[in-house]
Nanobody, 121 residues
Framework: QVQLVESGGGLVQAGGSLRLSCAAS????????MAWFRQAPGKEREFVAA?????HYADSVKGRFTISRDNAKNTLYLQMNSLKPEDTAVYYC?????????????????WGQGTQVTVSS
C-alpha cells in the first residue's frame, strides 16, 4: 500500500510557473514507477509525465514540464514552466509497480487526491 498526497497547486497567470509535489508513504518509494496525470472539467484523465530510470512526457508538455523524484525524501515533483490556460486541470500523482511506465490511468495502482492548477489568460 502506498499513500500519495499532492501539494503545490494554485492560480497562476499564463507564462508563469508552479512546482507540484507528491509526498509518498508506505512501501518503498524507489520501487515504484511514478507519474503525473491531469483531468480538466469534462475531459478524461490524461497522462502528463512519468519517471523510471528516465523521464517521459506527453507531447503537450514536453519542453515546459520537468518530472523528478527524490527517493531519500519519498517525494515526486513536477516543475511546470510557461504555463498555458489549457494546462488548467486537477493534477494527480500515481504509482505503479514494475519497471516500465504506462500512459493509461488503469495501469496505475495508487493515486493521490489531486491538486488544482488554474492558469489565467
Amino acid at each position: 500500500q502506498v499513500q500519495l498526497v499532492e501539494s503545490g497547486g494554485g492560480l497562476v497567470q499564463a507564462g508563469g510557473s508552479l512546482r507540484l509535489s507528491c509526498a509518498a508513504s508506505g512501501r518503498t518509494f524507489s520501487n515504484y514507477v511514478m507519474a503525473w496525470f491531469r483531468q480538466a472539467p469534462g475531459k478524461e484523465r490524461e497522462f502528463v509525465a512519468a519517471i523510471t530510470w528516465s523521464t517521459h512526457y506527453a507531447d503537450s508538455v514536453k519542453g515546459r514540464f520537468t518530472i523528478s523524484r527524490d527517493n531519500a525524501k519519498n517525494t515526486l515533483y513536477l516543475q511546470m514552466n510557461s504555463l498555458k490556460p489549457e494546462d488548467t486541470a486537477v493534477y494527480y500523482c500515481a504509482a505503479r509497480g514494475g519497471r516500465y511506465y504506462k500512459t493509461k490511468r488503469e495501469d496505475y495502482d495508487y493515486w493521490g487526491q489531486g491538486t488544482q492548477v488554474t492558469v489565467s489568460s
